[in-house]
């Protein structure tokens, strides 16, 4: 069982924005602004999306945006395009280790 | 652009010790702003942090999986390793290797992972 909970899915159609949640604890979300979000083409490495809550990396798309109420996390992307469709996971620093946890993976589905 | 490489046996047997190199180009290993990390993902599940270095030979690792992980680094070559030792089935997985914003994880740049099957 993963440390933060993610939707297992969520679908959207071309254009339209989705948000994916990441529900955690005091002890990890909620207790520091180091979350970080990853894109996950199926066989391909995870690509870094967002980080420290709301940060884009250079080179990743600014329909991608991070934020953070209390103890869950949220990644929105606005104008879904087809390449979007993977698997998204979201991580946190937490308390009880140095390293970050991952929640368990969201699969978007663009209809 | 940092590019990583994993290298290492793609078969292990239980009970024995997974070894896996990382060669980085692209950049320096010995970067003082940089981390280098382990990441594994089991075939169809979620991804797992395992341990964290930087090249001064700070390392951090998983508390699941530290009794069992010993992480190095080589600037010669300008690579960093992962042992895993006492492996079973449990451990197979892709492992990636990765740079890493901050101690913690966080990972740009990634390998394009290595399937390691434990397995006599």
């Known amino acids: 069982q993963s440390a933060l909970t993610q939707p297992a899915s969520v679908s959207g159609s071309p254009g339209q924005s989705i948000t994916i949640s990441c529900t955690g604890t005091s002890s990890d979300v909620g207790g520091y602004n180091y979350v970080s979000w990853y894109q996950q083409h199926p066989g391909k490495a995870p690509k870094l999306m967002i980080y420290n809550v709301s940060n884009r990396p250079s080179g990743v798309s600014n329909r991608f945006s991070g934020s953070k109420s209390g103890n869950t996390a949220s990644l929105t992307i606005s104008g879904l395009q087809a390449e979007d469709e993977a698997d998204y996971y979201c991580s946190s620093l937490t308390s009880s280790s140095t390293l970050e946890v991952f929640g368990g993976g969201t699969k978007l589905t663009v209809l | 652009q940092l590019q990583l490489q994993e290298s290492g046996p793609g078969l292990v047997k239980p009970s024995e010790t997974l070894s896996l190199t990382c060669t980085v180009s692209?950049?320096?290993?010995?970067?003082?702003?940089?981390?280098w990390g382990w990441v594994r993902q089991p075939p169809g599940k979620g991804l797992e942090w395992i341990a964290t270095m930087h090249y001064s030979g700070s390392t951090y690792y998983s508390p699941s999986l530290k009794s069992r992980v010993t992480l190095s680094v080589d600037t010669s070559k300008n690579q960093f390793s992962l042992k895993l030792s006492s492996v079973t089935a449990a451990d197979t997985a892709v492992y990636y290797c990765?740079?890493?914003?901050?101690?913690?994880?966080?990972?740009?740049?990634w390998g394009q992972g290595t399937l390691v099957t434990v397995s006599s």
């Open positions: 990765a740079s890493c914003r901050d101690y913690y994880g966080s990972g740009t740049y």
């Open positions: 692209g950049g320096s290993i010995s970067s003082s702003s940089l981390y």
